[in-house]
């Protein structure tokens, strides 16, 4: 948990709880009762933890959020009810109100994070770089405002995640690992074993009769999942792909010339220069230092000791101007000469003086190198603009009772036309349906419809449309008995091998029991045995699977046992077991050791989120979240 709070909060919102935190809601619910965690009530608030309140907008807000990070990663948009049923509505109060219980205990306990710490957080994120890796300012003021969030409000939120990642490392910090339990693990872990074994293969089962008709209908009655047909549909699709509507032949240099001079700085890099800082408590402080360095009294470096900096890390990096966090120390880094101090400049976290120790040049791509680049990526947005005239037109279409035939035709759109396929997309002879678009939607979406159906288009992964008509639905049925005849001999000849092999190793086994030995088992049984050392846990080897090696730790040494083995069965008796002696500190003690430590810390960590939330009190107001979220809980 404490690993998934700390991935969590480098992303870019700054939650610090994802899927294994709402748990907790569950915990509450268990800790508080039903009927005192969710009641109604007059209150406008959604939730109270200890003295704090969750507002109706804060869940809002929260949920829409969680809603989007959903939407994206299924590339797809859901429903309220599909919401409802991932459970999102309780995640998200869930996180809020573990959020609302730490920031709490974080004031109580009088936790803060510096600015510095707050700047480098934010510097570091990787959704507010650019393509070439460095901090975007320009990224990320514009992605704040896709979220409708300002810059103070994140800043606030990240400072509040932080110190909840600080309280959570305090909690958990030099957690020990009981020997006994890394004793336990290493002598699962380090036991190796030695077996005699026989391999029966099929030969062994002798000659194998072709069933009667009474043997080969009894297996056929038992197995008829096996010979099931799948539900088959027959599909018409039609596709407004913008990747395949875009037409870069069609644009003009005079057009692509217009976007090249329009956007001049994207088809080239930016200015870069070496900045190096020193931070002050004031400006007059800045101002005597710069004096110093002027008058040749003290050396920049020796104003960066002076000032506790150590002069490796003096320099903020090889930045562009859009890569520095504060407008005004890019102003002046951009407007300095190389190897030039700064007059004091006034940044938002501080007093600063800056030097210049290298520059690199802007740089251009003539226009001839990035033209067929311009064009496709104006086709695609051309083709982009006039799919939802295309959209519109097609679902006029199909509103007049039109089939997506008809529609094809008068629009000269390719139809996709599928005359069978299962909903795992494979047609009657098992192989793969080519030509459906986003296969895993498309077809669920096709087996929900019936014939005739008026079906909604589904958006592609792409950014396109997909519109299907069933044409055809064959249900799923057992195949006769006459159709799979050879299928079913098949089988039933291979269940009668190992079922035979089977009897014929649970004689060996008895055999081995009573103190014959291997040799004397094997020669008799006309196979040969042979012993195989060094057996671990879960690692097949030789012709021996994982299956055969879990059987063989499963039985006491000096004792036989079985297990298939593929089409063979190994009959086996297990001759010794190893097991080297513990030593702490060991690498492997010590992997095993930091392993569970993340799962103690994990353990303690909820245990103490929901001390926390049970000392703080924590109520919700069920009408008041239905309201907040607009329909039923």
């Known amino acids: 948990m404490l690993q998934n709070i700390r991935n969590a909060s480098q992303h870019w919102l700054g939650k610090i709880v994802m899927s294994v935190i709402f748990f907790f809601l569950i915990a509450g619910v268990a800790i508080f009762g039903v009927e005192e965690f969710f009641r109604g009530g007059s209150s406008t608030a959604v939730a109270t933890v200890g003295k704090t309140q969750i507002s109706a907008e804060s869940v809002r807000t929260a949920y829409q959020n969680q809603l989007n990070r959903y939407q994206q990663q299924l590339k797809r948009m859901l429903t309220p009810e599909q919401a409802r049923a991932l459970g999102l509505e309780r995640q998200v109060l869930s996180q809020l109100i573990t959020e609302a219980a730490l920031d709490q205990k974080t004031s109580d306990l009088g936790l803060a994070i510096s600015d510095e710490a707050v700047l480098r957080t934010i510097r570091e994120e990787q959704a507010f770089k650019g393509t070439d890796g460095k901090f975007d300012r320009t990224l990320f003021y514009q992605t704040l405002s896709r979220a409708g969030i300002n810059e103070a409000m994140f800043v606030r939120e990240q400072r509040a995640v932080a110190a909840r990642l600080q309280l959570a490392d305090a909690v958990t910090a030099e957690l020990s690992v009981p020997q006994a339990l890394r004793e336990a693990v290493h002598r699962y872990a380090s036991e190796r074993r030695t077996a005699a074994v026989l391999m029966l293969t099929p030969a062994a089962a002798g000659d194998i009769p072709a069933p009667t008709d009474d043997e080969l209908k009894a297996y056929y009655d038992n197995n008829k999942g096996t010979f099931r047909a799948s539900e088959m549909r027959g599909v018409n699709l039609v596709v407004l792909d913008p990747e395949a509507m875009a037409k870069p032949d069609t644009i003009s240099d005079e057009e692509a010339r217009k976007i090249y001079d329009a956007n001049a700085a994207k088809y080239g890099t930016p200015e870069r220069r070496t900045i190096q800082q020193i931070t002050f408590p004031d400006e007059a402080a800045a101002e005597a230092a710069r004096k110093q360095i002027e008058s040749g009294e003290m050396p920049f470096e020796g104003i960066a000791t002076a000032r506790g900096?150590?002069?490796?890390?003096?320099s903020l990096g090889n930045l562009t101007k859009a890569e520095l966090f504060d407008p005004a120390v890019g102003d002046a880094a951009f407007a300095l000469e190389k190897d030039k101090v700064s007059a004091p400049v006034k940044g938002r976290f501080g007093t600063v003086l800056l030097r210049i120790t290298a520059i690199e040049p802007a740089t251009q791509k003539p226009f001839d190198e990035?033209?067929?680049?311009?064009?496709?990526?104006?086709?695609?947005?051309?083709?982009?603009?006039?799919?939802?005239?295309?959209h519109d037109a097609i679902e006029d279409a199909r509103a007049s009772g039109k089939s997506l035939a008809d529609i094809a035709k008068e629009r000269e759109l390719p139809l996709v036309e599928i005359p069978a396929v299962d909903a795992q997309g494979k047609d009657a002879t098992g192989k793969k349906v080519e030509g459906i678009p986003d296969p895993d939607t498309t077809l669920a979406a096709a087996f929900r419809s019936e014939m005739g159906g008026d079906s909604e288009a589904l958006r592609t992964k792409s950014g396109g449309y997909v519109w299907y008509d069933v044409t055809k639905i064959e249900a799923a049925h057992d195949k006769p008995l006459d159709e799979v005849r050879d299928e079913a001999i098949k089988g039933w000849k291979e269940a009668e091998i190992s079922k035979r092999?089977?009897?014929?190793?649970?004689?060996?086994?008895?055999?081995?029991?009573?103190?014959?030995?291997?040799?004397?088992?094997?020669?008799?049984?006309?196979?040969?045995?042979?012993?195989?050392?060094?057996?671990?846990?879960?690692?097949?080897?030789?012709?021996?699977?994982?299956?055969?090696?879990?059987?063989?730790?499963?039985?006491?040494?000096?004792?036989?046992?079985?297990?298939?083995?593929?089409?063979?069965?190994?009959?086996?008796?297990?001759?010794?077991?190893?097991?080297?002696?513990?030593?702490?500190?060991?690498?492997?003690?010590?992997?095993?050791?930091?392993?569970?430590?993340?799962?103690?810390?994990?353990?303690?960590?909820?245990?103490?989120?929901?001390?926390?939330?049970?000392?703080?009190?924590?109520?919700?107001?069920?009408?008041?979240?239905?309201?907040?979220?607009?329909?039923?809980?």
Not at 370 to 390: H, N, P, S, Y
Not at 559 to 583: D, I, L, W
């Open 370 to 390: 990035v033209k067929d680049e311009i064009r496709k990526a104006m086709a695609l947005q051309r083709a982009r603009d006039g799919l939802e005239t295309a």
């Open 501 to 633: 092999l089977a009897a014929k190793a649970k004689e060996l086994v008895e055999r081995l029991d009573k103190g014959e030995t291997p040799e004397a088992v094997s020669e008799s049984a006309g196979v040969q045995a042979k012993t195989i050392a060094d057996l671990a846990r879960n690692q097949a080897k030789d012709d021996l699977s994982t299956e055969v090696i879990d059987r063989i730790f499963a039985t006491a040494v000096d004792k036989a046992g079985s297990a298939p083995s593929g089409e063979n069965r190994a009959v086996f008796k297990v001759t010794r077991a190893e097991m080297p002696a513990f030593e702490a500190g060991t690498p492997t003690d010590k992997n095993a050791e930091k392993s569970f430590r993340t799962t103690l810390s994990d353990d303690v960590l909820g245990e103490y989120i929901a001390d926390v939330q049970k000392n703080a009190g924590v109520s919700v107001n069920q009408t008041a979240f239905k309201r907040a979220l607009g329909g039923e809980y």
């Open 309 to 314: 900096v150590d002069p490796k890390n003096l």
